[in-house]
């Protein structure tokens, strides 16, 4: 096995990369992103490529030089990004997705690649969303996604290549921050309660979403590239969901262990309406049933892991985790 991740700085990469190495061996994994300026340690750590994903050429060079079998494919724009710039967000998500699924084609490699919430829109039931239902989103991030999803069964049908993926939810992490997403008010609020009590959120405090911490995304995505190929009816992408909540709930979780947190509310329209498109919680069996996805975090558990971890870093008044 030889893995090659693309956006491999950014926050799901960064964490991902060391977890494939503990898994398939130091050497086993290749780093490449679009910037080589970030997480200089992470550069310095093992081969690394700065390459545009939408490069085809350069891609391939790396993977015919490097003997890649699988590529985890996660240079991306998020939704608000997305949203200021929307032809960029096509051009990155979708060209660069193709460029990855004709070199996985010519030298056949398996692919992972991650879809979102946001691939569901207004129309698309709010609670409990299916794995098969409408899909009609109204974000620029969104509609790549979907398209994403449909070229990846594409190639998987049409010319046979291992794509498999997931529709991640908001990911919590607290290694490398998320840039341009609309649920990175879930991580800023962390950092923010242990550094200043207080924090003041860009969405409504009961807009409600489906999140995941990052210990289980990064189990996601490797547990379901080693799924038995015969279990699986779906490939792209799988509901999954570790918890759901809104920024009222979160806080109240945080005040366990800084009992005067604040929140107040300073709304960002663009990223409102991204959020009351998406549903509210997302159903997961397919997932569960194809290939044994089990999330092991919940809000709680997440709170206390985030708030200790940043105050490890940071100069803090967090009460310990058992209080
Ligand atoms: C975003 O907020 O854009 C992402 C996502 C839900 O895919 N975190």
Redesign the pocket.
Known sequence: MKILITGALGQLGSELAPALRSAYGETAVVLSDIRSDVNRALVESGPFFAIDCRDAAALAAVVSRERITRIYHLAAL???TGEARPQEAWDININGLTSVLEVAREYSCSVFTPS???AFGPTAPKDHTPQDTIQRPTSI?GITKVAGELLCDYYYKRYNVDTRGVR????ISSVTA?G?????YAVHIYYAAVRDHRYECFLKGDSCMDMIYMPDAIQAAIDLMEADPSQLRHRNAFNITSMSFTPEDQAAYIRKYIPDFEISYNIDPVRQA?ANS?PNVLEDYAARVEWGWTPRYDLDATTADMLSRIAAREPTTVAPADC
Request: cysteine-free; overall charge negative; glycine content about 16%.
């Open positions: 998020l939704s608000a979102s919430i946001a991030y991640y939810p908001g990911i998320p341009g997403g609309t649920t990175d991204l998406w």
